[in-house]
């Protein structure tokens, strides 16, 4: 869970994925579709990734793991939480208060 929290915080926006997720490619071209620079981690190209898998799913509370969003180091949540958010023009202002976007 460290590490997990650890990569979170790197940047305003990070993204937990796996390559072979369609939601992951959805979530990450909305955020792209924004305008914001994510960092996208990829579980499945990481060698400790089934380890950070499981502490996704202990943080979510549910699988699957992915896509997992985090904004300004702390956890939104998967495509549907992320969608929502988006859908009631909430995420543009959180991801301006995290400094993911400027304008």
């Given at each position: 869970m460290d590490r997990v929290m650890m990569l979170a915080s790197e940047r305003a926006v990070?993204?937990?994925t796996l390559d072979s997720c369609c939601m992951c490619h959805?979530?990450?071209r909305l955020f792209?579709?924004?305008g914001v620079s994510a960092l996208e981690h990829e579980l499945d190209q990481d060698p400790k990734g089934k380890e950070?898998?499981?502490a996704l799913i202990k943080l979510l509370g549910r699988g699957p793991p992915v896509p997992a969003v985090f904004i300004g180091g702390k956890l939104v949540g998967g495509t549907n939480k992320v969608m929502s958010l988006h859908l009631s023009g909430e995420l543009v202002p959180?991801?301006?208060n995290a400094g993911a976007l400027w304008l």
């Open positions: 990070v993204i937990f959805t979530v990450t792209r579709d924004l950070m898998e499981r959180m991801m301006r």
